[in-house]
């Protein structure tokens, strides 16, 4: 099974405009994340959709949870 880190856009809670889509996206291209040696080698989508840097919390804890559903 391929194991890549996956992100998904969300949009708030009572937001009106479309729908954030509904699958997910690689943080990551297909062959990076094999090869990556910490979380800052990933990025991600913020909630308003930009691309961020994990490097960006680099001396900061960081707890990354799965909050995929079905």
């Known amino acids: ?6 992100c998904r856009q ?8 479309e729908p954030a ?3 997910p996206t690689p943080c990551a ?3 990076d994340w094999r090869s ?3 979380i800052y080698d990933f990025h991600a989508l913020d909630i308003d ?11 900061s804890v960081c707890i990354i949870t799965n909050v995929a559903s079905k």
């Open 1 to 6: 099974a391929d194991l890549g880190l996956l």
């Open 36 to 38: 990556a040696r910490a």
């Open 49 to 59: 959709g930009n691309d961020v840097s994990l490097e960006r919390y680099r001396g």
């Open 29 to 31: 291209q297909a062959e």
């Open 10 to 17: 969300t949009q708030p809670r009572g937001y009106s405009q």
């Open 21 to 23: 889509p509904n699958s």
